[in-house]
């Protein structure tokens, strides 16, 4: 009986022990629970990562089985984790898939990741200037894309010659009409992404019937003697001619068959006034006038700040027949103009000078002074 009682204690003992190792943590250590989503997407140029999240039950590894797409972190402990996904540009021509494995020593849990292509609608030109007289223009295009073409109703004046066709490298022909009017015009075809609805434009730029086109129509110079030139669009052979004995018309460079340069020879203004002088160019009955407003002899202002702000805002200096340059202290220089900024990339201490020309200086703002250190202003009158 004593021996009987013993034999079922031992039992009892076991299944007890049995029951606890059942239920021991260590059963459910390997597990692997996501909490983000188990497919990420990329465009094919993407330069910024994603996340993936998931809690471990223990040690886990994670792995791409594709080059282009790398992990942040291949292991870790148990815990809650984040790992972050990046992808490279996908040069190829075709839409990519990476699956990501992450695992534990009892689990595993998998994340796809997908990769379209990169857009590309590349012309070979993309602005046409045409002549009044009107052409066919060539677009080489080539592109990877599903694409339409559309013209603006406004630019009516533009004619499709031959239908788009998607997914390859090809011609299109558009016939641009006759300007008959007196104005210039522009005009542009867009090319429009299907899928996304971006797009990018040829830009097409018709001169006017028997133009003459000049880039300004005034000049403001200063009084020393300097030669000068202004650019003219034109399609007919015009005349120059002008009404100040200061101004000498010089050589026509010509850049192509409609842009040319007009070079004048200035010579000092020695007064105290200003003096102008204005440039005929006659084609038939088309004239268009040049005002040049030579400045008086100046005086001369040199402003030196010195700061040491990343952004720096030019002060703003008025006066009577005011212009000048800058010298930024970094190797560069600008001409003077109110309230342009310049970026120099840092925060060391520089000083820029200006160098400013006025028949009468009339006041001196500066719109930012936190980051100013000193300002010295040197007065001259200029020199002959």
């Known amino acids: 009986m004593k021996r009987l009682l013993y034999i079922l204690a031992i039992i009892t003992l076991f299944c007890s022990c049995s029951k606890d190792d059942h239920s021991s943590p260590e059963q459910n250590s390997g597990t692997i629970t996501m909490s983000s989503n188990t497919e990420l997407s990329f465009a094919g140029d993407a330069t910024t990562g994603k996340t993936i999240s998931f809690t471990a039950g223990s040690a886990w590894n994670a792995s791409s089985n594709a080059a282009w797409c790398k992990l ?11 790992i972050t996904v990046t992808v490279d540009k996908n040069q190829t021509d075709d839409a990519r898939n990476a699956t990501i494995t992450i695992s534990t020593k009892d689990a595993s849990a998998q994340v ?33 894309i599903n694409y339409e073409c559309s013209i603006p109703a406004d630019c009516n004046w533009i004619k499709a010659v031959t239908k788009t066709k998607a997914l390859e490298n090809h011609t299109l022909y558009f016939f641009i009409e006759p300007n008959e009017t007196y104005d210039n015009r522009n005009g542009k075809i867009d090319f429009i992404n299907k899928d996304n609805r971006k797009s990018q434009s040829v830009e097409i730029s018709q001169l006017q019937k028997d133009a003459i086109i000049p880039a300004d129509t005034l000049y403001i110079i200063e009084a020393r003697n300097q030669t000068m030139e202004f650019g003219i669009s034109s399609n007919v052979d015009y005349e120059l001619g002008t009404d100040a004995a200061w101004i000498k018309i010089g050589q026509t460079q010509t850049k192509g068959l409609i842009n040319k340069n007009i070079s004048l020879e200035i010579e000092e203004n020695s007064g105290f006034e200003a003096r102008t002088g204005i440039i005929t160019i006659k084609y038939k009955e088309i004239t268009q006038k040049v005002e040049i407003i030579q400045q008086p002899w100046a005086h001369v202002w040199t402003v030196s700040v010195v700061h040491n702000d990343n952004n720096f805002t030019n002060p703003k200096f008025s006066g ?10 970094d190797g560069k220089s600008d001409t003077y103009k109110t309230n342009f900024v310049h970026a120099y990339g840092n925060n ?3 000083t820029a000078t200006y160098k400013l020309y006025a028949n009468e200086m009339y006041s001196f703002e500066i719109p930012v002074i936190n980051s100013i250190k000193s300002i010295k202003i040197v007065y001259k009158e200029e020199e002959k």
């Open 112 to 144: 796809t990741v997908k990769q379209g292509v990169i857009y590309v609608m590349d012309f070979s030109e993309n602005k046409y200037l045409i002549t009044c007289t009107g052409d066919t223009i060539k677009v080489n295009l080539a592109t990877n």
């Open 72 to 82: 942040s972190a291949a292991s870790g402990g148990e815990g809650s984790v984040t």
């Open 320 to 329: 009577r027949y005011l212009s000048g340059s800058v010298e930024w202290g």
């Open 348 to 350: 060391a201490e520089k």
